[in-house]
């Protein structure tokens, strides 16, 4: 992997889910670039690029590692929630 | 309210002395469980945490304690059906400024965390720890003496030794 991609894998590590622009910004690079390092990251498995409608736009949110693991925690959280309320 | 979302918000109440620790804390770093609420280490005396709390409208209880072993005080509160407790960062192993930041969250570093599990020295504290030493080895020397000096040595042992834990969290022979 190339040290830019590890910096970008870096800044979305720390930072919470953030669109392709906003992680262009936060990393202080070419958008561009940042578009086609994440296409890449997210074909070799290292970030997940998920849909998201904000303000009546369709932009793409970018996620790492951190943020697929708490999404499984609050999954789980929930599930137990329900198993408990039904009881 | 989600579980990761109380975090947030509860660390925006307490920011910037308090940090995650506990499950969410185990989770971020790649332990896979539940956990039933969130915990939070601040540097910070306990009536100021009750007050940031109320400010923002989230009810909370100090309970003291002055038995030998036992955490000064635990602030106990619930969060939109998510409860929550507050440790005196001090007492739990934390330095301050030990903390990473982790998909927007304040958490406590790697090794405050593991110190933190070490101290608390419960069969799931430990357990935690021995997961991320299965995780990435190069940690398990520290986290070794950490449980050592705490003497949770010989739990730690006995979980790194579990066989479930090791098909879980060991690398494969040949990936590690």
């Known amino acids: ?87 | 309210m989600q579980l990761s979302e109380a975090a947030r918000r509860l660390l925006e109440f307490l920011d910037p002395e308090g940090v995650l620790i506990g499950g969410i804390c185990a989770a971020i770093y790649g332990v896979e469980r539940f956990t039933r609420g969130v915990d939070i280490a601040a540097d910070l005396d306990p009536e100021t945490v009750v007050r940031r709390l109320r400010e923002a409208g989230v009810e909370a209880v100090v309970r003291r304690s002055a038995e030998p072993g036992d955490l000064t005080w635990v602030v106990h509160g619930e969060a939109g059906g998510v409860e929550f407790q507050v440790l005196p960062a001090a007492e739990v192993g934390l330095a301050p400024g030990a903390f990473a930041m982790k998909a927007g969250l304040r958490v406590a570093d790697r090794d405050g965390f593991i110190t933190s599990k070490c101290i608390a020295g419960g069969q799931q504290d430990l357990h935690d720890v021995a997961a991320l030493c299965l995780l990435d080895p190069k940690i398990e020397p520290r986290a070794r003496e950490v449980a050592a000096a705490h003497g949770a040595l010989a739990k730690l042992e006995s979980w790194l030794h579990d066989r479930r834990l090791r098909q879980r969290y060991a690398p494969p022979p040949g990936e590690g």
């Open chain 1, 1 to 87: 992997m190339t040290p830019r991609k590890g910096e970008l894998l870096e800044v979305v590590d720390r930072s919470p889910a953030l669109s392709i622009y906003a992680l262009a910004k936060e990393a202080g690079r070419n958008y561009r670039r940042v578009y086609d390092h994440v296409q890449e990251l997210a074909a070799a498995g290292l970030l997940t690029v998920r849909p998201e409608v904000r303000n009546g736009r369709r932009v793409s949110m970018v996620e790492g590692v951190v943020h697929q693991r708490l999404r499984r925690l609050d999954e789980l959280f929930a599930f137990k929630a329900e198993i408990d309320a039904a009881q």
